[in-house]
């Protein structure tokens, strides 16, 4: 089993920037790939990033992409999204989701772990 936790959400107002961590325990999660979700009120949970096992690949939706960098450290079981520039359209829930695979998947379905979610508001 892998329990994930999801830090780092806030308020913050438009044009600037936080830092989301997802620290992983119960085991290494070097062979997993992992992503990150969100989910606004109201409407569906997306991928918006996601990276490889082992951190040579990564992924953006088009809405966070040039704004939003993924990254890991599997020396310390911990992925990070870095937010810059950020919109109020970014306001949602903010989910960290690790998948038995090398690679990551595009459906919630595809993933085996899941954090329980933080929160970030972008005040326009």
């Known amino acids: 089993q892998v329990q994930l936790v999801e830090s780092g959400g806030g308020l913050v107002q438009a044009g600037g920037s936080l830092r989301l961590s997802c620290a992983a325990s119960g085991r290494t999660i070097s062979s997993y790939a992992m992503s990150w979700f969100r989910q606004a009120a109201g409407k569906e949970r997306k991928l918006i990033a996601a990276i490889t096992s082992s951190g040579s690949n990564m992924y953006y939706a088009r809405s966070v992409k040039g704004r939003f960098t993924i990254s890991r450290d599997n020396a310390k079981n911990t992925m990070y999204l870095q937010m810059n520039s950020l919109k109020a359209e970014d306001t949602a829930v903010y989910y960290c989701?690790?998948?038995?695979?090398?690679?990551?998947?595009?459906?919630?379905?595809?993933?085996?772990?899941w954090g329980q979610g933080t929160q970030v508001t972008v005040s326009s």
């Open positions: 989701a690790a998948r038995k695979s090398a690679s990551w998947g595009i459906n919630t379905s595809d993933y085996d772990y």
